[in-house]
């Protein structure tokens, strides 16, 4: 049986800080409640961010891992959780093949899971990373306005004028209100 899945941006998509490395993120306070709704309906939930301050030096990897480990926990109190996580840790210099909108992560979740990408979703907040990726891999592309979304819609949406969403949410949980809806 092949899967569903949804792979979702981190910063600005699952929730806000203040910095674009992840020490700073802190969920949105629907953000647990729209991941146990894919989570019931056996819709695979992969997490994919770009953090190239690990490259640069300025997080580490354990910086990193723990605060992962705190956000699968914040996920837990909800009976919430990811399948996996995949993170791209280099800088466009490094010219590595998963840095968004490289396909390197989805690659990889392809090599773990039975993953039907035409029936799958990439949700995130930037066009020029998460849109283009989606277009890059045969995804569905879902815009949240959250996060650089209404920007990356409005003012920068020439750096992904080729790329158009299948959907705009205003955030995470109508994103996956979106795919159920469509889906069932």
């Not at 949410?169 to 109508?174: G, Q």
């Amino acid at each position: 049986m092949s899967y569903k899945a949804a792979f979702i941006d981190f910063q600005g998509t699952l929730g806000g800080g203040g910095t674009d490395d992840i020490r700073s993120l802190e969920f949105f306070p629907f953000t647990s409640k729209a991941i146990r709704n894919l989570n019931v309906h056996e819709i695979l939930v992969i997490g994919i961010t770009n953090q190239s301050h690990i490259s640069k030096g300025e997080l580490t990897w354990d910086e990193f891992n723990e605060k992962l480990c705190q956000l699968k926990n914040n996920l837990a109190l909800y009976g919430a959780h990811f399948d996996a996580v995949y993170c791209c840790p280099h800088t466009v210099q490094d010219n590595c093949t998963c840095k968004k909108p490289k396909t390197g992560m989805i690659d990889q979740a392809l090599k773990d899971f039975d993953i039907n990408l035409k029936k799958s979703y990439i949700i995130g907040d930037m066009g020029m990373t998460d849109m283009v990726l989606a277009k890059n891999v045969g995804a569905k592309a879902i815009l949240v306005l959250t996060g650089v979304g209404r920007g990356s819609l409005n003012e920068y949406r020439h750096t992904w004028e080729n790329t158009e969403p299948d959907f705009i949410a205003e955030n995470l949980l109508n994103a996956v209100d979106f795919i159920l809806n469509y889906t069932y």
